[in-house]
């Protein structure tokens, strides 16, 4: 897939076509969360901004339960939303890859819970179906 | 006869789609009241699901993405939303339908009432979802749902006047008072049945399900151009059966029984047997097919990881959504709704929920983010903005003609 | 401050210009962990919101869908993080002097 680097140096990224509602995949490539949302470093708001002020960077991928804020407006508390450190990202493509495991995620905490409580309870839930080794696929 | 099982994601996909139980009902019904006058609906239905699929299977080789995935990140929240939830129903409403249909199926080989098959054909379908590998479960629903061809074997053993069956197809049934909306509204019917979001939903995950890569994408062609012209040529040999056995008789179709009568007048009993297994098989696929559909849709669009290629565990949510699909099927259908009904509802709001499958597909296809030098050729691009005129064209007239017609009367 | 509360802000110079369609940002490199610092914002004159990006990405096809997406992005242009003055709660105001630019990706 191209990536859009204009030069050799530098990439741009645009919020909502290539951040925004995509999916993040863990370090084994399976799905953890869709991005809700982008956490920007300390801006002034409300203030005459100096100029060469240093413009904010990008903190975290969010996640949560947005899908009504962000169609109707609003938003959901800070500690509803779970962070996915920028630094933890190793590439952004048609998915964006991290370089940490789900298990140390918050993200990943209600498939976790379903898979404790539930599946994991059901008989052969633990199991790939029948014939064919863990495939552990790259992609989502 | 590996290439032949490499095949069989299309044409599961294919009869799950276009041949499960309410499709199958609806081409008898279509072929005792119209001939094979609709004929032609069913044929611009298949080659609008070839674009369709073979885009979307392209883009799940090339790009890894399966076509619920892309809704969300091309279109938007908003317009995902609304896709979803209606793609979501007519999941519901299909898969209760199956599960109906796999149920009737067996009542006619048992003498067991169809409402006792009810939860042991969930239960069974659930297990295969559970346990049985994924190409496993396709190669198996697949080439047993193509006993079907037992139809098309009935209708040359009918010995039919093809002569009148072609002058049907082009200019229609002389005898017939049915109305012109009445018309209209089967085609749009048919052309729904043909080209429902879940066959694209099902094909394009199936996909990913199978590891299709770059080096794939002819294969995924060439499971387009096997797999659903061939549902096509069984529509129509269903229609055809109906038309030669039960329109020169008047004899109305409503119910699985009498979509079997012309197999069982041309054939007798083998046929017919023959004919039944099919229809388990189809009617099988079409349930797994739906009930996995609700589960791609759902995990696709809000992120959950997925696939029958993972143990369970590990896609926890996915396997607990689709058993409450199941079981909220089976309580509708111990309500005593009638499964066919259900099926043609469905269809026609598929034809309303069509036009936003279609469009993030088309986008895609084309974007070199996605697909680098594999996006869609011009060729391509001009039959698919057609059919997105005729898909739109399908979509706005399919409420109204519910509605004048009574659905059908 | 997150990005949701940019998106689809009003955006005045002396005049109401339009919404913010999207925010553009720039990695200094395609090595991992580099910060993506925040470039500018895109401006549309009649859009609140651009998920699609045909007016962006110089894709054309297919043509009616991205000719239709170029259209009601028309005239969309972006600004510099610079020309950005104030920042309020749906409220963006630029400087005096703000240079319009090319919405285009490199």
Same mark, same amino acid.
């Given at each position: ?140 | ?409 | ?40 914002? =895109? $401006?549309?004159?009649?859009? &609140? %919101? !651009?998920? *699609? ?6 894709? @054309? ?6 000719? =239709? $997406?170029?259209?009601?992005? &028309? %005239? !969309?242009? *972006? ?6 003055? @104030? ?6 105001? =630029?400087?005096?002097?703000?240079? &319009?630019? !090319?919405?285009?990706?490199?």
């Amino acid at each position: 897939m191209t990536s859009n680097t204009g030069s050799e140096a530098s990439r741009w990224l645009d919020a909502q076509l290539h951040l925004l509602d995509r999916q993040v995949l863990d370090v084994d490539g399976v799905p953890v969360a869709v991005v809700d949302d982008l956490e920007l470093s300390e801006v002034l708001v409300g203030q005459e901004i100096p100029i060469d002020t240093p413009p904010p960077v990008i903190t975290a991928l969010l996640s949560g339960p947005a899908l009504a804020t962000r169609i109707f407006g609003g938003r959901p508390p800070e500690s509803r939303m779970q962070r996915t450190l920028w630094v933890d990202i190793v590439e952004i493509d048609v998915v964006i890859r991290l370089g940490v495991g789900r298990d140390i995620l918050d993200l990943a905490w209600t498939e976790g819970w379903v898979r404790d409580r539930i599946i994991g309870r059901i008989p052969g839930g633990r199991h790939t179906p029948q014939g064919e080794p863990n495939d552990e696929r790259g992609r989502s | 006869m590996k290439k032949v099982l490499g095949l069989a994601l299309g044409i599961l996909t294919a009869i799950g789609g276009f041949l499960d139980i309410g499709d199958l009902v609806t081409n008898a019904v279509v072929g005792s009241r119209f001939g094979l006058s609709l004929g032609w609906a069913v044929v611009v239905g298949v080659i609008g699901i070839c674009i369709f699929a073979q885009m979307s299977g392209r883009v799940a080789a090339v790009s890894g993405r399966a076509t619920f995935e892309l809704i969300r990140e091309r279109l938007g929240l908003r317009v995902g939303v609304l896709n979803l939830g209606a793609s979501f129903m007519i999941n519901l409403m299909t898969l209760t339908a199956e599960i109906g249909g796999v149920a009737l199926a067996l009542q006619l080989v048992s003498s067991v009432s169809y409402l006792l098959w009810v939860p042991f054909a969930a239960f069974a379908l659930w297990l295969v979802i559970w346990r049985v590998k994924f190409s496993i479960m396709e190669n198996v629903a697949g080439l047993v749902g193509l006993f079907l061809i037992g139809f098309a074997v009935g209708l040359f053993l009918l010995g039919p006047d093809w002569g009148e069956l072609g002058r049907q197809a082009v200019h229609g049934v002389s005898t017939s008072n049915e109305k012109v909306s009445t018309y209209w509204f089967y085609a749009v019917a048919l052309f729904g049945a043909a080209m429902t979001p879940y066959e694209v939903f099902f094909f394009s995950s199936g996909a990913v399900e199978e590891g299709w890569s770059v080096k794939d994408v002819a294969r995924s062609r060439a499971n387009v151009l096997v797999g659903f012209p061939l549902g096509g040529l069984l529509s129509l040999a269903i229609a055809g059966c109906a038309a030669v056995v039960l329109l020169p008789q008047l004899i109305s179709v409503t119910a699985l029984s009498q979509v079997m009568l012309p197999v069982a007048v041309a054939g007798g009993k083998v046929l017919l047997a023959f004919i039944i297994l099919g229809i388990v098989a189809a009617t099988a696929g079409a349930a797994l097919e739906t009930t996995l559909s609700a589960g791609y849709t759902i995990a696709q669009f809000l992120g959950w990881s997925w696939g029958k290629f993972r143990p369970p565990a590990q896609a926890a949510r996915f396997h607990l959504l689709m058993i409450i699909c199941l079981i909220v099927g089976v309580g509708t259908l111990m309500t005593g709704v009638d499964p066919i009904q259900v099926t043609e509802m469905s269809v026609v709001f598929s034809a309303l929920a069509l036009p936003l499958t279609y469009l993030p597909i088309l986008i895609v296809a084309n974007d070199p983010e996605y697909m680098g030098e594999h996006v869609n050729g011009q060729a391509l691009n001009g039959i698919a903005l057609i059919y997105l005129v005729i898909i739109l064209a399908a979509a706005i007239a399919a409420i109204p003609l519910l509605i004048i017609t009574g659905a059908g009367q | 401050m997150i990005i949701t509360d940019l998106l689809g802000s009003r955006v005045f110079g002396p005049d109401f210009l339009g919404f913010v369609s999207d925010v553009r940002f720039i990695l200094e490199s395609d090595a991992t962990g580099q910060p993506a610092r925040l470039y500018g914002i =895109l $401006v549309s004159p009649h859009a &609140r %919101s !651009s998920s *699609l990006g045909f007016e962006r990405s110089g894709v @054309r096809s297919p043509w009616p869908i991205a000719g =239709l $997406v170029r259209w009601r992005h &028309r %005239s !969309s242009f *972006l600004v510099r993080w610079n020309d950005i003055e @104030r920042l309020e709660v749906d409220r963006i105001q =630029l400087r005096r002097g703000f240079e &319009r630019a !090319s919405p285009e990706l490199p």
